[in-house]
């Protein structure tokens, strides 16, 4: 069960994807530019402890885009 590891988000902007650790708000993995992961890290921050929940209770919840 934890080859899924470590807690991450998918993120795609246009053909570039990253993957990106939700503790951290690192990109893991992924091709992403600067300016798209400033966004994903951004936007991270204000739902961190929501996508924590939804990877520890293996639950979907659609969450607000930035604003």
């Known amino acids: ?15 570039h994807n990253g993957m990106f650790e939700i503790s951290t708000l690192k990109m893991i ?8 992961q400033t966004l994903v890290q951004e936007w991270g921050q204000k739902y961190q402890t929501e996508l924590m929940d939804m990877w520890n209770n293996r639950t979907l919840k659609k969450l607000p885009p930035l604003e």
């Open 29 to 36: 993995e992924g091709d992403l530019p600067a300016k798209a």
């Open 1 to 15: 069960m934890n080859e899924h590891n470590p807690p991450h988000i998918h993120a795609v902007y246009g053909e």
